[in-house]
């Protein structure tokens, strides 16, 4: 899914970049600052894959039909 939009993928490593500067030293709040990131890109990737359709809305080779 990250490979396939790039801007997701960007705001996850900034999202990331952030965290571990503001919690070097607490990896619970790391962890937690990224949880519902994650949460919300997981769904949104699933429900992607699930559609065997990119974002163009042409079929995806690899889909599972």
Avoid at 3 to 31: M, N, V
């Amino acid at each position: 899914f990250l490979r396939s939009h790039p801007d997701e993928a960007q705001a996850y490593g900034e999202l990331k970049a952030d965290l571990a500067e503001k919690y070097s030293h607490d990896i619970e709040g790391y962890c937690d600052g990224k949880d519902m990131f994650v949460k919300t890109l997981e769904k949104r990737a699933m429900e992607w894959a699930g559609s065997g359709y990119d974002d163009s809305g042409k079929a995806r080779k690899n889909a599972e039909q």
